[in-house]
């Protein structure tokens, strides 16, 4: 059973990984979750709450996924492809991730979500980072000078062929992009 908290925290993630942080009001949520605008202060005082609330959860469900992928021992190509498809996830419905969406909007952000965007960010890149190090001492992945640039090219991918899937209405545009990031990680043999 979903709480009106709950319940206010999906629509407000939903609404923004659609239309942006600047775009959405309180209005938007009394809406969709059926209740009076001034109830949904009593759980969020502030949008900037809400918002940080919004970016805690995503990220907590999102890092959890990702050690859950870790756990059934897939090869790193596996595990990349796997850290592709959360991005994936949202593009038929023509969602983003939601700290790539509050990033891309930074300056309409309070402080304290920007910071928990950087956060989020940072543990990505350090995830991707021990994936592509341990894929090469595996022998999964091709060597490289650093593991964690590799890992940040990794991410700019994904995330650049997200926005541009998401623009363009074409998540086989994603996917292809995608599939090239993990490639061009695999040993010049397993290409």
Not at 58 to 68: P, V
Not at 138 to 144: D, K, M, Q, R, S
Not at 154 to 178: C, E, H, K, P
Request: hydrophobic share 45%; glycine share 8%.
């Amino acid at each position: 059973m979903s709480t009106t908290r709950t319940q206010l925290l999906d629509a407000a993630t939903s609404v923004v990984r659609r239309r942006g942080y600047a775009a959405f009001s309180y209005a938007d949520l009394a809406e969709a979750v059926g209740i009076r605008k001034p109830s949904i202060h009593h759980h969020f005082p502030t949008k900037a709450d809400l918002g940080l609330e919004m970016v805690s959860r995503y990220g907590a469900d999102f890092m959890a996924r990702l050690r859950a992928a870790q756990q059934g021992g897939a090869a790193a190509a596996d595990l990349l492809e796997f850290y592709a498809g959360l991005y994936r996830e949202g593009l038929p419905d023509g969602q983003a991730c939601l700290c790539a969406t509050l990033a891309a909007e930074a300056e309409a952000v309070p402080e304290e979500t920007r910071r928990a965007v950087a956060r989020f960010f940072t543990a990505n890149v350090d995830w991707l980072t021990l994936v592509v190090t341990d894929g090469i001492a595996a022998g999964e992945l091709a060597a490289t000078p650093s593991p964690g640039q590799a890992a940040r090219g990794f991410l700019s991918a994904v995330q650049g062929a997200m926005f541009t899937a998401r623009a363009l209405g074409d998540v086989s545009y994603f996917d292809d992009v995608a599939a090239s990031a993990v490639a061009a990680l695999r040993p010049p043999t397993a290409r």
